[in-house]
């Protein structure tokens, strides 16, 4: 008789061995990795790592909502915020100046679904509007990640985007626009080839799916 193990809940933090394992395989591939206790940490920290005047994009992020990183930066004053120009734009006569801008701004901030003891980002997407900035358009690129986040690999992290995520982001979206979400891109970082182009602010805490 086969005994079936319990299914990983995807909601608990990740104790301190394994957000130091995960930040150690996540430096050896290129990535900056600061360990934070939490979100206030990472909030404060993110206005030393993004200079003034910069074109920031925020990717769709209930960690950065809840943190209130989203609204530092789309509503502060600080940078040259993409987001609430692009809101603002016609989605068929400016599609081309859209793309564009979403794709290579100075900085891109957000999070992923899922970061693995062996050193890779996944991020799911319905749109992909975020996905070219995080994959090497912008100049740099910033991921705030709550320790719940962390699996021991990369097929654990792909169940977590299917298994915790969608559901959670279909409530959301069905809510919000009427509609179910998709895992319809999926962009999995194993490294990051420019040395000082990619940091991680890794919590001590959850936050966000």
């Known amino acids: 008789m086969t005994t079936q193990m319990p299914a990983t809940p995807f909601t ?3 104790p301190a061995r394994r957000l130091e394992r995960a930040a150690t395989a996540l430096t050896a591939h290129g990535f900056t990795v600061e360990i934070l206790d939490d979100a206030a940490a990472a909030r404060t920290r993110i206005k030393d790592l993004i200079p003034d005047g910069a074109s920031v994009f925020t990717g769709s992020s209930q960690t950065l909502r809840l943190s209130g990183i989203d609204a ?3 509503g502060s004053g600080r ?3 993409v987001k609430p120009r692009l809101l ?3 989605r068929d006569t400016a599609a081309d100046d859209i793309r564009r801008m979403s794709s290579s701004p100075d900085v891109m901030v ?6 693995t003891e062996t050193g890779s980002l996944v991020i799911a997407s319905g749109s992909g509007k975020q996905l070219p900035g995080f994959a090497g358009g912008a100049a740099r690129a910033i991921w705030i990640v709550g320790a719940q986040k962390v699996v021991p690999d990369l097929s654990t992290a792909l169940r977590r985007v299917e298994d915790h995520c969608l559901p959670l982001e279909t409530a959301r979206t069905q ?3 009427g509609w179910p979400s ?3 891109l999926l962009l999995v970082l194993n490294a990051e080839p420019v040395p000082g182009r990619g940091t991680v602010l890794l ?6 799916f």
């Open 79 to 81: 940078y040259d915020a």
């Open 110 to 115: 957000g999070s992923v679904h899922a970061v």
């Open 88 to 90: 603002a734009m016609d």
């Open 72 to 74: 530092d930066i789309n």
């Open 175 to 177: 809510e919000a626009y």
């Open 203 to 208: 919590l001590r805490e959850a936050i966000g």
């Open 182 to 184: 998709a895992v319809n």
């Open 12 to 14: 608990d933090p990740a």
